[in-house]
């Protein structure tokens, strides 16, 4: 009974409609920032930040994007790889060619590149709709693959598309150590989640989650198609290509355009489709079950078959890896194929009535 409304009143309209308006969400929320931003830098290793904290919190704002536009506005894109490749190529050429250049407005305007590589590919939305819009955003990747590796001027003449970035620093501070890289990173992702989380809520949220559901009555109602599908492109471009940028510069270090191949919109996609579509919280946990589960397998497959008295090889291990995480997929969407997100929202509303669920 520890997760009730009893005794929680409101008096205006703010209140009643902030995001978290339950006292408990709130105090649940602020242990976990405590927890993110204080506790795990102390107790992590190494590992923990290369492998599985760095790459989750990049991954879960990338997830992000793509969730405003396939889950909130309903636009099918197989394109992702190619907004973070944007993103990660327009920032570095700031960062490269422009002495002097602050990290945060470089991978700002990382993520306007990609806005524009967005808005241009999402024309034919306007037209299209399905599995013929997925095909035209599926464009944008071998586009993208093609210029960065053939047009040198991207790439500072270098011949193989491969660059690196070294030296960040934000405000005057050194920015490489791990520590310094997942906090930047996460700070990233807390101050665009809260944006998102507020923007989805307001008139432009409405109006894609309109679009969504029927776009010939969204028309009908006054809602402007061509404005509310491109702001949705423009709005997921930049926060992929902010992701991309993040995933560069504090993951890789050194890329090739090979980095944001298509099985990286994919990922992106699955990670949509398995944490719940139109849900902020979705993004977080499909990303979690990407990112994490896998790491999880390549540790326990080799530990179970030693306990049960057989030998595994590195290969049958990998490949017994994709198939169970390939099973995983497939049952948590027939279990739940609103994605872990609704899991979660009504485990949430159980709490809210037990133990008198009448």
């Not at 009893?6 to 902030?18: E, M, S, V």
């Not at 760095?54 to 909130?72: D, H, K, R, T």
């Not at 540790?299 to 390939?326: K, N, R, W």
Request: aromatic share 14%; proline share 4%; charged share 10%.
């Amino acid at each position: 009974m520890f997760y009730r409304e009893n005794g929680q009143f409101k008096t205006t309209y703010r209140a009643d409609q902030q995001i978290f308006p339950i006292a408990q969400d709130r105090i649940a929320m602020a242990l976990l920032l405590v927890l993110a931003f204080a506790v795990v830098p102390m107790v992590a290793s190494d590992y923990m930040f290369r492998a599985i904290l760095i790459p989750f919190v990049i991954m879960s704002l990338a997830a992000l994007g793509v969730n405003i536009l396939v889950g909130y506005c309903g636009q099918i894109s197989l394109g992702s790889g190619a907004f973070m490749a944007v993103g990660a190529y327009g920032a570095y050429n700031f960062f490269a060619r422009i002495p002097g250049m602050p990290l945060i407005p470089t991978l700002i305007l990382g993520g306007l590149c990609a806005t524009v590589f967005g808005i241009l590919f999402g024309l034919p939305s306007l037209r299209v709709k399905g599995l013929y819009l997925a095909v035209a955003t599926l464009a944008a990747q071998f586009f993208a693959d093609w210029m960065f590796l053939r047009i040198k001027w991207f790439t500072l003449d270098n011949s193989s598309g491969s660059v690196a970035v070294s030296n960040l620093q934000v405000f005057g501070m050194p920015l490489d150590s791990d520590v310094s890289k997942y906090l930047f990173c996460l700070g990233m992702l807390a101050v665009i989640a809260l944006g998102a989380k507020n923007l989805v809520r307001g008139a432009i949220g409405r109006e894609w989650m309109a679009i969504r559901d029927m776009d010939v009555a969204a028309a009908v109602i006054g809602i402007r198609p061509m404005y509310a599908k491109l702001s949705a492109f423009a709005v997921s471009s930049f926060i992929i290509g902010v992701a991309g940028a993040l995933w560069a510069f504090f993951y890789l270090g050194a890329w090739e355009p090979g980095a944001f191949s298509v099985d990286l919109s994919f990922k992106l996609l699955f990670m949509v489709i398995i944490g719940g579509l139109g849900s902020v919280m979705g993004g977080f946990f499909g990303a979690a079950f990407i990112v994490i589960l896998p790491i999880v397998l390549n540790q326990v497959l080799p530990l179970l078959a030693g306990l049960t008295g057989f030998e595994i090889s590195t290969t049958a291990a990998s490949h017994a890896e994709l198939m169970i995480f390939g099973g995983l997929i497939v049952w948590f969407l027939i279990v739940e194929p609103h994605g872990l997100a609704k899991l979660w929202s009504t485990a949430k509303q159980k709490l809210r009535l037990w133990p008198f669920p009448h």
